[in-house]
């Protein structure tokens, strides 16, 4: 027998959340964000799965849609960053793909190269203030794409505060976007934060990345939920009692203030658990939560069990997924949910649950 942690990702789960989402959406056109492996959970499943679902992809770089194109998804994929040389406009534009453009720069090395795309996507800096052209450069960088490079333009910018209720940047960003796109031409700005928070925009694409794996920043509208794709499972795999003022790990963390019974579960960060997870972060398992005791190792994390006698050798746990949520345990150890899928090392096997059903 193989050491018994894995993820398990639900390919279901993730065309339901889209489906929740396209309803919120309503008449807006979707892309799937699957940069950075899509968020952890496998870029070329996940593009599968959701090809039928949403309009378009979205990667952050160009190496991640030339990946996707070889594994025969054929839907639009927009590559956030554009490209990042002369050559690199010529492979994407070979490829097929949708450069979003950010600044002059990557204006000349698309008039260079003398591609044509069918469509490029602008992005404006409405305050994140990261890429895109400042609001007043917008018309002439336009005119410079339509003139040479592209039949179609999209506008497109990104919230920097989205998951914050009344945020004052949110409100001047949008003042800014009002006033830089207009209604008859095509434009994008929500993720998933402005999505599900409803955040008045116009526009008609929206951008949804991590909703549409589960995890949610801000809370759904009532009668809309969310399912987390991704569960990171192991078992149980030693038992032991200690007694009071016995510490558990490196540099002796986590002292028993009573006698303790101490789980040791064959997942650490080598696995992309996070070691910065505090005493106290949440462990499910089929009784209840149990809580972190001690540092987590490379290889190991161990769980103060003493209050739920019937778990033992080859009990279930759960580090992340129904519950505890990724986003509770982000919250134990200064990150994001985002982090925390993203960053899952290759060690522990992806197995996937495929869509079994053919519901609409
Ligand atoms: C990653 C990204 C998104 C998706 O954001 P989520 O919060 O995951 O929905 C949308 N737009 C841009 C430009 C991005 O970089």
Not at 19 to 24: A, H, Y
Not at 136 to 158: G, P, Q, W, Y
Not at 286 to 304: F, N, R, Y
Request: glycine share 8%; net charge neutral; proline share 5%.
């Amino acid at each position: 027998m193989s050491r018994p942690t894995q993820f398990t990702i639900d390919l279901q789960a993730l065309c339901e959340n889209a489906r929740t989402l396209k309803r919120l959406a309503g008449p807006r056109s979707t892309m799937a964000v699957v940069k950075a492996d899509a968020y952890g959970h496998g870029a070329v499943p996940c593009a599968k799965a959701l090809a039928p679902l949403v309009d378009a992809f979205a990667v952050a770089i160009g190496e991640e849609a030339i990946a996707l194109r070889e594994a025969g998804i054929n839907l639009p994929i927009l590559v956030l960053q554009g490209p990042h040389s002369r050559q690199e406009a010529q492979v994407m534009s070979s490829a097929g793909l949708w450069p979003a453009i950010s600044s002059e720069r990557q204006i000349d090395w698309l008039e260079q190269s003398g591609v044509q795309f069918e469509r490029v996507w602008m992005k404006c800096d409405t305050g994140m203030h990261r890429l895109g052209f400042m609001p007043h450069e917008i018309a002439s960088a336009r005119s410079r794409l339509t003139t040479h490079s592209a039949n179609d333009i999209v506008l497109m910018s990104h919230f920097a505060d989205a998951e914050t209720p009344d945020s004052t940047l949110t409100e001047r960003q949008l003042t800014r976007w009002h006033e830089v796109s207009d209604a008859s031409s095509s434009g994008s700005f929500s993720n998933s934060a402005a999505t599900t928070g409803q955040i008045a925009t116009r526009e008609n694409w929206i951008r949804l990345g991590y909703s549409l794996y589960g995890g949610s920043l801000v809370a759904l509208p009532e009668k809309f939920s969310l399912k987390p794709v991704m569960q990171f499972e192991s078992r149980i795999a030693s038992v032991r009692w200690i007694d009071v003022g016995e510490s558990i790990g490196y540099g002796g963390r986590w002292v028993a203030r009573r006698r303790s019974r101490i789980a040791t579960i064959p997942v650490g960060y080598g696995d992309g658990y996070p070691r910065a997870a505090r005493d106290g972060t949440p462990i499910g398992t089929q009784e209840g939560i149990v809580l972190l005791a001690g540092k987590v190792s490379m290889d190991m994390i161990t769980a103060d069990i003493t209050d739920l006698p019937v778990l033992n050798f080859g009990s279930p746990v759960t580090l992340w997924g129904n519950s505890p949520s990724i986003d509770e345990v982000a919250g134990h150890c200064d990150s994001i949910g985002y982090e925390l899928c993203t960053r899952i090392t290759q060690r522990a096997p992806r197995r996937f649950h495929h869509v079994t059903s053919d519901r609409h």
